[in-house]
């Protein structure tokens, strides 16, 4: 990150902290952090022990960590403290953070959430892992998820429910629900995630945090449990848009482990800031607007937010996605059909949870995928297994997968008039919890503006831009031209600056 950047950051916060205490060390943002660790006026050591001492004071509540790795976390930040001393090390160098508990983590336990895996511990790291390690950062445990990234609200894991910080009667949406409470609840300084359909977006709009869908390609999947190859993504959520852009600048890149990793230069994210978005044209959906079952406290503070970039001098168009009705059918065909492929492997053979008592062979294979898989996994994979059955393959995938690429041209299409697209996240703010597990339609319905993006492959990122009535965080999504994350950047920090709204807190005292 460059000096003039954090120049301004340290201006910035210290005017936000005039005639008030110092902030607590687990309350830093990763760019506040960072600058104290690079001072010398904190060390990485102290700063992972108040993130500790603050999940053993909520997380209780909250339950979004799965696995804690205090021994190797307590490592991780002796040795960043080391490099620091040496002049060594950038952003993320002693920044405590913590991962979605589908990534590989070597020698950490990674359950995907799910019975199927609970004792797996992987001999490799994912990528991004590696990639987290490589720039200094301290890894401080496995977040809880919907059980395989399947689900919308982090009610469906195999071992606890994840509460939201701001209610905890309030889902934190999922499937990176874990990631998002524990951002938004201090209990680490940064999170990765994963979004298949809306997973990062859609619980960092419930928690009040940032986070971004990267384009299809960005970032290596290698190490990634798979749910839908085609449409999974990892990516950071943030306290703030430029944490999560200090995140992607360590994990984006080229992977030759992962196939369906592209070769494209990435930006320094964390350096683009700019003046005003005078040039900036921004698209708004009419199907969007229009939507059946958007909650009018939702409308209502994206049309503020919509006010507010342009106030900063963007230029705000009509434009039309036309087959915006289709895109929740052709995702619920697509998702489930991958993930019946993908995970066809666990068996009760090769790894992960065997029923033990079965001596027949096929009725270990069911007894086993029964047991090791909850409900919601079970019903993905048989409506998969359907639609790719003979003689349905074409009527079902096949024709989602036409659909899909109508998608794509009507994102192309309105990218040829403006620079990016804005809707809001979820239709609704985080809602009680149980209040959808008797209903897994309305549940799919939630994904309606985030699942595009993914069949699609555009970068989408989620800002925060106001509150309900009752004090529930309602998010902005931002949409973008493939590897074009640089302008979502810009025009989120800007409104992040503009509303100011991210210094709230959730109460969990």
Same mark, same amino acid.
């Given at each position: 990150?460059?000096? $003039?950047?954090?120049? @301004?950051? @340290? ?50 509540? /909250? ?25 060594? %090390? ?25 019975? &199927? ?5 992987? #001999?490799?790291?994912? $990528? ?46 999922? +499937?990176?629900? %874990? ?19 809306? +997973? ?28 839908? +190859? ?80 342009? +106030? ?9 996605? #036309? ?8 995702? *619920?065909?697509?998702?489930? =059909? ?20 079965? $001596? ?7 007894? $086993? ?7 919601? /996994? ?18 079902? *995938?096949?024709?989602? =997968?036409? /659909? ?19 809707? #809001? ?20 319905? =939630? ?26 965080? &309602? %998010?902005?999504?931002?949409?973008? @031209? ?8 810009? &025009? ?18």
């Amino acid at each position: 990150m460059s000096g $003039t950047h954090f120049a @301004r950051s @340290r201006l910035r916060w210290a005017a936000a902290l005039q005639g008030t205490h110092a902030m607590k060390l687990h309350e830093l943002t990763i760019e506040q952090a960072s600058d104290l660790l690079q001072k010398k006026e904190i060390s990485s050591v102290e700063l992972t022990r108040a993130v500790f001492e603050r999940i053993e004071a909520v997380d209780g509540k /909250v339950g979004a960590f799965l696995t804690l790795d205090r021994e190797g976390a307590m490592e991780q930040a002796a040795a960043a403290d080391r490099r620091l001393a040496g002049g060594d %090390g950038g952003p993320l160098t002693g920044i405590p953070l913590g991962i979605k508990d589908l990534m590989c983590t070597k020698g950490l336990r990674t359950t995907c959430a799910s019975k &199927i895996l609970e004792n797996f511990i992987p #001999p490799y790291d994912a $990528t991004v892992v590696t990639r987290l390690k490589a720039a200094g950062a301290v890894i401080v445990g496995k977040l809880n998820m919907d059980e395989f990234a399947m689900g919308s609200t982090t009610e469906h894991s195999g071992f606890q429910v994840t509460r939201n910080p701001w209610n905890l009667d309030r889902i934190p949406g999922g +499937s990176s629900g %874990g990631s998002a409470a524990a951002v938004a609840a201090d209990m680490c300084l940064g999170a990765l995630g994963s979004d298949t359909g809306g +997973s990062i977006r859609q619980p960092a709009s419930h928690c009040g945090v940032a986070g971004i869908k990267p384009t299809y390609g960005r970032v290596s999947r290698f190490g990634l449990v798979a749910f839908a +190859s085609s449409l999974d993504q990892i990516g950071p959520l943030g306290k703030t848009v430029t944490d999560c852009a200090i995140m992607l600048d360590a994990i984006a890149g080229h992977d030759p482990k992962d196939s369906t990793s592209v070769p494209e230069p990435v930006p320094a994210f964390a350096d683009i800031d700019g003046d005003g978005l005078g040039e900036v044209t921004i698209g708004i959906p009419k199907e969007y607007t229009s939507a059946q079952g958007l909650d009018p406290q939702v409308g209502a503070a994206v049309e503020q937010a919509v006010k507010t970039i342009e +106030s900063l001098g963007a230029r705000c168009i009509e434009v039309s996605l #036309p087959h915006t009705d289709h895109a929740v059918a052709a995702y *619920y065909v697509i998702a489930p =059909s991958e993930a019946s492929s993908n995970l066809a492997r666990y068996d009760g053979v090769k790894y992960g949870f065997r029923d033990k008592a079965q $001596t027949d062979l096929l009725q270990m294979y069911r007894s $086993t995928r029964s047991q090791g898989f909850g409900p919601e /996994v079970q019903r993905r994979i048989i409506l998969g297994t359907y639609a790719l059955s003979a003689g349905y393959y074409d009527a079902y *995938y096949g024709k989602a =997968s036409q /659909v899909r690429t109508l998608i794509k041209n009507d994102f192309e299409t309105a990218f040829a008039s403006c620079d990016a697209v804005v809707s #809001p996240v979820a239709p609704t703010p985080a809602y009680g919890i149980g209040e959808t597990l008797d209903d897994p339609l309305a549940m799919y319905l =939630s994904d309606v503006f985030t699942l595009s993006a993914n069949l699609a492959g555009i970068p989408g990122i989620s800002v925060p831009c106001g509150f309900s009535d009752d004090g529930m965080p &309602i %998010g902005l999504q931002i949409m973008g @031209r493939h590897f074009n994350e640089a302008a979502l950047f810009k &025009i989120a920090r800007q409104l992040e600056s503009a509303l100011s709204i991210n210094t709230r807190k959730p109460n969990l005292e």
